[in-house]
T-cell receptor, first 116, second 116 residues
Framework: DGGITQSPKYLFRKEGQNVTLSCEQN?????MYWYRQDPGQGLRLIYY???????QKGDIAEGYSVSREKKESFPLTVTSAQKNPTAFYLC???????????????FGSGTRLTVV | AQKITQTQPGMFVQEKEAVTLDCTYD???????LFWYKQPSSGEMIFLIY??????QNATEGRYSLNFQKARKSANLVISASQLGDSAMYFC?????????????FGQGTTLQVKP
């Protein structure tokens, strides 16, 4: 079955550490997105990528980095510069980036990151 | 600027009754798509229903229907015959046809609790 796989499901980070969250999709989707969700809150866009080897900052990119070396993969690194990284992170993909307004997102199951 | 507003942070409904979750949007683009997602406590985002701006009829998917009032720029989700498993957070989202990024704009969400 096609879908998006996020790993790990739970991740614990020590102060000052960089950690990388994995996101892999086998839907052949062009676009991929990373969102952060704080408890009881909505989704905030961190980074997105419309094509391999290209990505753009979202609304809260500071302290995060991404790469898109393969169409299937869009890993997110939470760097030590991110002062409050404890949150739920969701990865999503979409079939197209043009005017096809019916293309919604397929989401992964998320990664809960906690600073210890 | 494009925006999605969900004015109900929390809602209660009795099991087997119907409930309406409000969503208003703001866009100047004549072509857009509206989506509803469900997020249970486990965190995954589940697609529920889609409505295109040019669709003549309101969308329905099983117990979910979308009350689309274009002139009022509202896209309320109606859940009929509520079940305990409907307890979750619900997000309204929009995609504009003029956007070349494919990004969805999300509302802040409404938490629904179904009482037995």
């Amino acid at each position: 079955d096609g879908g998006i796989t996020q790993s790990p499901k739970y991740l614990f980070r020590k102060e000052g550490q960089n950690v990388t969250l994995s996101c892999e999709q086998n839907l052949n989707h062009d676009a991929m997105y990373w969102y952060r969700q704080d408890p009881g809150q909505g989704l905030r866009l961190i980074y997105y990528s419309q094509i391999v080897n290209d990505f753009q900052k979202g609304d809260i990119a500071e302290g995060y980095s991404v790469s898109r070396e393969k169409k299937e993969s869009f890993p997110l690194t939470v760097t030590s510069a991110q002062k409050n990284p404890t949150a739920f992170y969701l990865c999503a993909s979409s079939a197209g980036t043009g005017g096809a307004v019916g293309n919604g997102y397929t989401f992964g199951s998320g990664t809960r990151l906690t600073v210890v | 600027a494009q925006k999605i507003t969900q004015t109900q942070p929390g809602m209660f409904v009795q099991e087997k009754e119907a409930v309406t979750l409000d969503c208003t949007y703001d866009t100047s683009d004549p072509s857009y798509g509206l989506f509803w997602y469900k997020q249970p406590s486990s965190g995954e985002m589940i697609f529920l229903i889609y409505q295109g701006s040019y669709d003549q009829q309101n969308a329905t998917e099983g117990r979910y229907s979308l009350n689309f009032q274009k002139a009022r720029k509202s896209a309320n989700l109606v859940i009929s015959a509520s079940q305990l498993g409907d307890s979750a957070m619900y997000f309204c989202a929009m995609r504009e046809g003029s956007s070349n990024t494919g990004k969805l704009i999300f509302g802040q969400g409404t938490t629904l609790q179904v009482k037995p």
